[in-house]
């Protein structure tokens, strides 16, 4: 993903596809309307509930139910934010042990500074303790604008990821993105359970550094307003829309220790080049020009099953022109872009519910990605990631009551694994497969299904390429 390489890639891609209009955003809770919704997520603990960030300094919590009458009030911590523009109450995490120690952890602006703290629900689960508050870190604000906001916990290691803008104005005039003796420009990783207030992960690239003006938070830098991260759940990589500044919006594919490349770069393309000596800036995996879009709103991998077209593909945003896109991406091939449709109302954020269902917010109402078709047919669709190692997902679709056979192969016809075999119900399946205990090569997945209610039979048999 070096930056010459990855250009080639983007132009190659840049004027990306349209895809058949096969659902359309549907406002998931028409009874219910928000005042500056800014983040839509859940608390991991089966509750099945949402939980609204309004940027004023509130935070909401309801019935994942379309039919909901009412939101309660979770946290309001008003009279510590300062909002308006782009600062307030801007990212919201549930501990992934919430069910047992109820910490949630916020990031906000106040009169001057960034602030990341953690907060615990009461007796009552729908209320969270205001005055609980306890300060994990903050750091200045130069400007009022390019205050990042997200935070999430990363699925694989339990820290907590922070993604900081590079403290605002325009062109970074202090080039804080480029300097790893700030915060600014940055996504942070902490362990909030190693330490009080929290401990620096083995991992972080600056963790051995000796310098004490190297800020150790540090997980990767170079980045101008990254608005709105996500973790896939399947991979566990880490996705960032980064906010252009008059040209360009990227998409990145964060990593340990990476030099995303602002100010040196905007997108693909150089802006500042001064003391631009750093001798590997990382190339975003997809961006586009002002002619498309102006501030992107990052998104999420679909891993829902309501969509099984956007199974796999990162859904995001444009915050100005209100297109909502699908990318493909799967490390390996060139990546492509779908224009899926244009969203009714601003995309302020994306985000999902514990079924994996996907959400766009606006700063009034929540909508949901709802099918416009049915799907009538028997389906095998194309594994997803392909090539894959180790694991890869196998999607398919059954229109009636079925029995159902789903084997591998190898490329001399020998039987591996056996996917799933028996009844099964109508409804669209996915189900993940893992060769890590195989060579290299190609394998076949082969699908024999025949309805319990009709004369309709079917037989598919895909490729697949497993690379180590």
Same mark, same amino acid.
């Given at each position: 993903m070096i930056r010459n390489l990855v250009y080639v890639i983007i132009l190659l891609c840049i004027t990306g596809s349209s895809i058949n209009a096969q659902f359309t955003l549907q406002n998931a809770f028409p009874n219910l309307t928000f005042n500056g919704a800014v983040f839509l997520t859940h608390a991991g603990d089966n509750t099945d509930r949402i939980f609204i960030v309004e940027q004023a300094g509130r935070i909401k919590v309801f019935p994942n139910s379309s039919n909901a009458l009412s939101a309660k009030e979770y946290l309001n911590i008003t009279d510590r934010v300062s909002s308006g523009g782009e600062k307030g109450l801007l990212g919201l995490a549930f501990h992934p042990d919430y069910e047992t120690n109820g910490y949630i952890y916020v990031n906000y602006t106040n009169a001057t500074s960034t602030v990341i703290s953690r907060f615990q629900v009461t007796s009552n689960p729908d209320s969270a303790d205001k005055n609980s508050e306890f300060q994990l870190l903050t750091f200045t604000q130069p400007y009022s604008n390019h205050n990042g906001g997200w935070i999430g916990f990363g699925p694989n290691d339990g820290y907590l990821y922070i993604a900081t803008g590079d403290g605002g104005s325009g062109g970074d005039p202090q080039n804080y993105a480029q300097r790893i003796n700030t915060l600014l420009g940055k996504i942070l990783?902490? +362990? @909030? +359970?190693?330490?009080?207030? *929290? &401990?620096?992960?083995?991992t972080n690239p600056f963790v051995d550094s000796t310098n004490v003006n190297v800020k150790k938070e540090i997980y990767a830098w170079g980045l101008r307003n990254p608005w709105r991260c996500s973790f896939d759940p399947v991979t566990g990589w880490l996705f960032a829309g980064d906010v252009g500044q008059g040209d360009w919006e990227e998409i990145d594919f964060i990593e340990n220790g990476k030099n995303y490349g602002w100010r040196c770069y905007e997108g693909n393309h150089t802006y500042n080049m001064s003391g631009c000596n750093y001798p590997e800036y990382v190339f975003p995996i997809w961006e586009y020009s002002h002619s498309v879009g102006y501030s992107i709103t990052g998104g999420y991998v679909y891993r829902g099953q309501n969509v099984p077209e956007l199974l796999g593909k990162y859904i995001y945003a444009d915050y100005g022109t209100k297109k909502v896109w699908a990318l493909s991406y799967d490390g390996i091939n060139p990546p492509s872009n779908q224009l899926l449709l244009t969203a009714a109302n601003?995309?302020?954020?994306?985000?999902? +519910?514990? &079924?994996?269902?996907? *959400? @766009? @917010?606006?700063?009034?109402?929540i909508y949901r990605f709802t099918p416009t078709v049915t799907l009538n047919d028997y389906r095998l669709e194309q594994n997803y990631p392909n090539p894959f190692n180790p694991s890869t997902i196998i999607r398919y679709n059954l229109p009636e009551d079925s029995e159902v056979t789903i084997k591998i192969y190898d490329a001399l016809g020998n039987e591996v694994d056996t996917i799933t075999t028996g009844f099964q119900q109508k409804g669209f399946y996915q189900r993940t497969w893992n060769a890590e205990s195989l060579a290299s090569g190609v394998y076949l997945v082969k699908m024999n299904a025949k309805s319990l209610s009709s004369d309709k039979t079917f037989s598919r048999t895909m490729k697949m390429l497993y690379l180590k």
């Open positions: 990783c902490i +362990d @909030v +359970d190693g330490g009080t207030p *929290y &401990a620096i992960p083995p601003n995309p302020t954020s994306f985000g999902t +519910d514990q &079924a994996g269902e996907l *959400y @766009v @917010v606006g700063f009034n109402n």
